[in-house]
């Protein structure tokens, strides 16, 4: 065991760590995966659903509160974790408590708008102020370009990638289990890089418990769905998948060094860039003007079902990954552990769904 740790490249394989990260992984799974049902069900109860309409898939009142299981599966998690395996650095669990509370707020933020609406205005300053949480904290992009604004220009880089990515998820969640897998399959592979280093501990941590309630979640959520994550859940994923990608200090010198963490999140990343384009070109305003031009409504249009067309947005998302991790130095062996564990995880989880779906 020692050595095969080794060979993916486990920072510290002879101590207990490792342990702690597929204890977080595990517990987050099963109270996402277990308790979903009961959300699902009291939700329906207490009228927390999307109501079908012309813009939307589905064809029947759905549950939109999958976020707030997300969010309980993953602080469960973490907390247990914490427990069993105190964090003495005062630094590792302060990164943690600070990127927790950013996404409680949003997940807050996102559950209100979820059941009642809130002004978009509102909404972008609260991704601000969660982001700019994270600028004071010491997390972020460093800009080093020798200019007397470099600091100004960290902070906007910073903001503009927290604010850019938890958007991006949000505006990809348009289709049962897309923005679940991407997110699984981004966190796995982030997972996958910051395991390879100790100070990256906090970011090991939230992605083990993020990737494990994304797998939960999606047991629920592959089509037919019985549940969606809403605005709470996908600016949840989209906060700490943003954070964690530059939890440590990512250091700009030039536009290239970007490069890495957008192909981790490229297909949200693209997605959003292109839904911007055409609703700026046609004069409207691309947060508050729903539409069907995401890239998932057009393999629909093209006759796809939606389950082939998660499968294949799953699979130019895992590519991507592949294609980070090789940029960020990763060896052979922990590229295609991780691939493997994604694809194995994946389909276990499918094989599940798909097995109970006739009779729901």
Known sequence: MYSFLQSIGISDPSGTGWLAVILTFGLAWGVTWRFIPAVRSFALQVGWADQPNSR????????????????AGVVAALVLAILLRPIVLEAVLAQLLTILLGGSILVLVGFIDDQFGLPAMFRLLTQIITALLL??????????????????????LTVLWVVGITNAINLMDGMDGLAGGVSFIAAMSLLAVSAQFPSRAAATLLLAALGGAALGFLRHNFHPSRIIMGDAGAYFFGYLLAATSILGHLKVTTIFALVPPVLFLLLPVLDTTQVFVRRLMVG??????????????????WGLSQRHTALILWT??????????????MTGMVIHTT??????????????RMGEAPRN
């Open 56 to 71: 939307r898939l589905n064809k029947e009142p759905l549950p939109n509160v999958g976020g707030l299981t997300i969010y």
């Open 135 to 156: 600028v004071a904290s010491g997390t972020g992009i460093e800009a080093s370009f020798g200019t007397p604004i470099d600091s100004l220009f960290s902070t906007l």
């Open 284 to 301: 409207k305003n691309p947060l508050t003007t729903p539409g069907k031009d995401h890239l998932h409504h057009r393999l629909l249009d």
């Open 316 to 329: 130019i998302a895992l590519l991507s990954n592949w294609l980070a991790m090789k940029l960020q130095g």
């Open 339 to 352: 691939s493997v564990s994604i694809i194995l995880l994946l389909g276990f989880t499918l094989w599940r």
